[in-house]
């Protein structure tokens, strides 16, 4: 039973709402504002270069990245018999599929659309895995921050202006939403199947290190064949760099050690923060304009993140 006398801020019930904040909603938050500067950042790769070869170089890379960093520590995994390799190789396979639909769905409808409906999507995706593999069903306060939240993310896409874009085609805007669904779908397994390792009672760097490793392996087939162009100029380099290890390598590491504090539907709330950030770096990198319907989306979203913060 939870007692209902007030406590003070500055004791046990505050101590851990803080430790709570700071050892699983920050590194999330922090993740997901890193993930936010991917697109912008993808912008400067050379022309030439395929929305497969960008996201191949992000995930691709920055996944073996992650295996180097977290070394010998991932031997427990790899020896944790058959149940635990179906969920690795799951995770793993989503892994290769997320940046691969993430970032031709934003060459296809846009920077902003393909961000929104991937991340906007990723929440009710991450809880159906939560209620098929846990039968955990949704309680009021996670629908709450994910519908406030959820409409203030609309609403950042609705206010931002794209005025040097041309229109894109109804067939490439329809195609580019089912792949952002499938981006999120992506996610939504990967984020799970590591959660679930890492409350089965394994360390986040290891998980993250051989769930993104095997993944960034799958990838680097893609990145043989259409990373030419990317790695042809100097540009390139420094943009593959950049997205292998900023918005993949250290954006996972820290969103792992989030996952071990905080459970999968609550991070995928919490990086709906993403495209705000995405939204405001467009303004302030790219020379986009953001409407103040836009601001208010931003404002909507830091409302649901606040309400999903404060559950009890």
């Excluded at 909603?25 to 890193?34: F, S």
């Excluded at 659309?113 to 309680?139: D, Q």
């Excluded at 918005?247 to 590491?253: E, G, I, T």
């Amino acid at each position: 039973m939870v007692s209902t006398e007030p406590k003070p801020s500055g004791g046990v019930g505050g101590a851990a709402r803080d430790r709570h904040f700071v050892t699983g909603v920050l590194p999330i938050l922090v993740a997901a504002l890193l993930w936010g500067s991917s697109g912008t950042a993808a912008s400067f790769a050379p022309e030439g270069a395929s929305a497969l070869s960008v996201g191949a170089a992000n995930m691709g890379i920055g996944g073996l990245v992650l295996l180097a960093v977290a070394g010998r520590s991932v031997l427990p995994v790899l020896r944790g018999g058959a149940r635990t390799w179906r969920t690795v190789l799951a995770g793993a396979v989503a892994v290769a599929v997320y940046p691969l639909a993430f970032y031709t769905s934003m060459d296809l409808t846009g920077i902003a659309t393909g961000t929104v409906v991937t991340v906007g999507s990723t929440p009710v995706f991450t809880k159906l895995c939560e209620v098929i593999g846990e039968r955990a069903l949704p309680h009021g306060r996670w629908m709450g921050a994910s519908a406030v939240s959820t409409v203030g993310v609309a609403l950042v896409v609705v206010g931002q202006r794209h005025p040097d874009e041309s229109p894109h085609g109804t067939g490439q805007i329809v195609a580019g939403v089912a792949l952002g669904l499938l981006a999120g779908a992506s996610y939504a397994v990967y984020s799970y199947t590591a959660g679930r390792l890492i409350r089965q009672g394994a360390s986040s760097r290891p998980v993250m290190g051989v769930m993104f490793g095997l993944g960034g392996l799958l990838l680097i087939p893609v990145l043989v064949v259409t990373g030419g162009p990317l790695f042809s100029t100097r540009t390139g380099l420094v943009v593959a760099g950049y997205l292998a290890l900023v918005p993949m390598a250290l954006a996972y590491f820290l969103f792992g050690r989030g996952l071990t504090h905080v459970t999968a539907s609550t991070a995928a709330t919490l990086i709906l923060i993403e495209p705000v950030a995405a939204a405001v770096l467009s303004v302030a990198v790219a020379g986009e304009h953001l409407a103040p319907l836009g601001w208010a989306g931003i404002v909507l979203v830091g409302v649901g993140l606040l309400i999903l913060d404060n559950r009890k």
